[in-house]
């Protein structure tokens, strides 16, 4: 797709974003980005439901339990 630059900018069609509340827009390379904003980003998720095991140390020896042979 191709548009005219005004002195309003562009217009982009309304379609592509159903489902979209706020865009993060980045200018990188000569090229201009638009990227949905999550709402719900997953990594804010992250340890909102703890595994309970009998191992008090988990946290800080993660590699020791995660790759023992």
């Not at 000569?30 to 997953?42: A, K, L, N, Q, S």
């Amino acid at each position: 797709m191709r548009s005219k630059v005004t002195e309003n900018g562009i217009t982009l069609p309304p379609q592509w974003f159903l489902g979209v509340a706020e865009v993060d827009i980045q200018r990188e390379e000569g090229r201009v980005v638009v990227v949905p904003v999550r709402e719900d980003d997953p990594i804010t998720r992250l340890g909102e439901n703890p595994i309970q095991i009998d191992v008090i140390d988990a946290a800080s020896n993660h590699d020791q339990y995660l790759y023992k042979s």
